[in-house]
């Protein structure tokens, strides 16, 4: 099963509008990044969050994480044509030696001029 | 620096046959992880390499294997290839390990395709 799973699944918005979608995740982890994927430059690392961090941010996202909740959310303000891709949340746990990223599903969005 | 680099971008293969998947890493990068990704799925992890040691593994079957040269070229190898595995496979380079936090770069990905 998905560790990550980001909501919603799916988001249309207008240019200049701001975009919010969430990742939930089921066990303790050391920290949680969120990725972007479009067609034109493929997987592309946006910011990290350390599980002892609550916000960070980089440019127009900003990043919340909640552990008591088990949730992060990835804000993009003021949203660009440009920005329209597939957002994806990966946690990093540790299950004894191993340590791995687990990825959701994706939240794709739609940014419309 | 360039990018990482995954060759072949694009493989048909058939059920039964088996594949190599090449992926060169950002220099520098010592840590190779591969992925694969389908459209119900997701992303799913297969393996880590740092060092030439496979440091981390997914929840794959024995048909997916890997190695990591001492250049930190790594290959991944699918044998006895099913339907199932079509799918677009993604390596991605780190300076360290990706679990502890290391920022991946992926490279553009090998598409295959299994009839």
């Known amino acids: 099963s998905q560790q990550g799973e980001e909501d919603p699944q799916a988001l249309s918005i207008q240019e200049g509008e701001n975009a919010t979608m969430n990742c939930s995740y089921k066990t303790s982890i050391n920290n949680l990044q969120w990725y972007r994927q479009n067609s034109g430059r493929g997987l592309v690392h946006l910011i990290l969050i350390r599980s002892n961090e609550r916000e960070k941010h980089s440019g127009r996202l900003r990043v919340t994480l909640d552990t008591s909740k088990k949730s992060s959310s990835l804000l993009i303000t003021a949203s660009r044509a440009a920005d329209t891709a597939s957002y994806f949340c990966a946690t990093a746990t540790y299950a004894g030696n191993n340590r791995k990223l687990i990825w959701g599903l994706g939240t794709s969005l739609a940014v419309n001029p | 620096k360039a990018g990482v680099t995954q060759t072949p971008r694009y493989l048909i293969k058939t059920r039964g046959q088996q594949v190599t998947l090449s992926c060169s890493p950002i220099s520098g990068h010592r840590s190779v992880s591969w992925y694969q990704q389908t459209p119900g799925q997701g992303l799913q992890f297969l393996f880590e390499?740092?060092?030439?040691?496979?440091?981390n593994k997914g929840n794959f079957p024995g048909r997916f294997s890997g190695r990591q040269f001492s250049n930190s070229r790594s290959e991944m190898n699918v044998s006895t290839l099913e339907l199932g595995d079509s799918a677009l496979y993604l390596c991605?380079?780190?300076?360290?390990?990706?679990?502890?936090?290391?920022?991946?770069?992926f490279g553009p990905g090998t598409r295959l395709t299994v009839t």
């Open positions: 991605a380079s780190s300076p360290g390990l990706a679990g502890r936090g290391s920022e991946q770069y």
């Open positions: 390499y740092f060092s030439e040691t496979q440091r």
